[in-house]
């Protein structure tokens, strides 16, 4: 078991480009979950994946947002045209089961848009 | 919509002090209550939880009681150590039974344990 692996730890960009961060759970875990969490405020959720279904968005999620988990395993969140309101810490956390288990988090991804 | 309040940070005590970080909760229904862990340079892990009124979640020397008379989930320990810094978060699910989609959680709280 070695965690919920996010990558990259950082990232800084300009304003209006693109981003895309990627998430690897926990090797048995069924279940992915987005959450953003931004200073001084607790994580918010985001979306969430059961295997490679997307089974809820919060409306949080603009379409400027999409995450996908095409095999079921890794996920990717990606920003298109990224805002100065993007800036945030993303977490991606993984459970085994049908919800009824603890969420696993990783360290995050710091967003940093200029 | 459902939502937590937690008492503000940051909480600063010395070691082997009490203590409490009060949480309370707006929610339908019968949600499930968590409380969350964030240690220096580490992800969040889940300390305790509870899931219907009345339940004492324990952990680590860490409790918590679901008091559904005063929406109120807060977070005790009788004797802290320095090694209980960290920022602590309190949430809830409206699934049944603990399930953790769409936690719902509160701003954090900032623990420092001086020795």
């Known amino acids: 078991d070695t965690g919920v692996s996010q990558d990259p730890r950082h990232k800084i960009t300009k304003r209006g480009q693109n981003v895309t961060f990627r998430c690897d759970p926990i090797s048995e875990h069924n279940r992915l979950y987005w959450y953003r969490q931004t200073l001084g405020q607790g994580p918010e959720f985001l979306t969430y994946f059961q295997n490679e279904a997307q089974l809820e968005k919060s409306r949080l999620l603009s379409d400027r947002f999409s995450a996908e988990r095409p095999k079921g395993s890794f996920s990717t969140l990606e920003i298109q045209r990224t805002e100065q309101g993007d800036s945030a810490m993303y977490l991606c956390a993984s459970s085994y089961g049908a919800g009824n288990s603890p969420l696993h988090f990783g360290n995050g991804t710091r967003l940093t848009v200029t | 919509g459902n939502s937590v309040t937690q008492m503000e940070g940051p909480v600063t005590l010395s070691e082997e002090a009490f203590l409490t970080i009060n949480c309370t909760y707006t929610?339908?229904?019968?949600?499930?209550l968590f409380w969350y862990v964030q240690y220096p340079g580490e992800g969040l892990q889940l300390l305790l939880k509870a899931t219907k009124a009345d339940d004492k979640g324990s952990n680590k020397g860490f409790e918590a009681t679901y008091r559904k008379e005063t929406t109120s989930f807060h977070l005790e320990k009788g004797s802290v150590q320095v090694s209980d810094s960290a920022v602590y978060f309190c949430a809830l699910s409206d699934l049944p039974q603990g399930g953790s989609e769409k936690l719902v959680f509160g701003k954090g709280t900032k623990l420092t344990v001086n020795p």
């Open positions: 929610a339908t229904g019968y949600p499930s």
